[in-house]
């Protein structure tokens, strides 16, 4: 995520979502104090999958409508 970010493929505030999910995500496959409860499982899976559509499909989707304008 550092280098999405560095590159300013990943906007500020979609890196923070991806911090925040590597902690939780941390948090519960190595923490025994931090307990992950349901609901913010569930919320960290909705966050990342629009990560992952925002980096992997929108970025690339918008990139090509931009050049197909160009013509």
């Known amino acids: 995520m550092e280098n999405f970010h560095s590159k300013e493929i990943l906007e500020h505030t979609f890196y923070k979502w ?4 590597r902690i939780i995500g941390n948090d519960g496959a190595h923490s025994h104090d931090q ?3 349901q609901q913010d499982a569930e919320e960290v899976i909705e966050f990342f999958d629009a990560l992952i559509t925002y980096i992997y499909h929108l970025v690339n989707q918008y ?3 931009i050049e197909r304008r160009k013509k």
Not at 18 to 21: M, S
């Open 35 to 37: 307990i992950v409860e």
């Open 63 to 65: 990139d090509e409508l």
């Open 18 to 21: 991806a911090n925040e999910l």
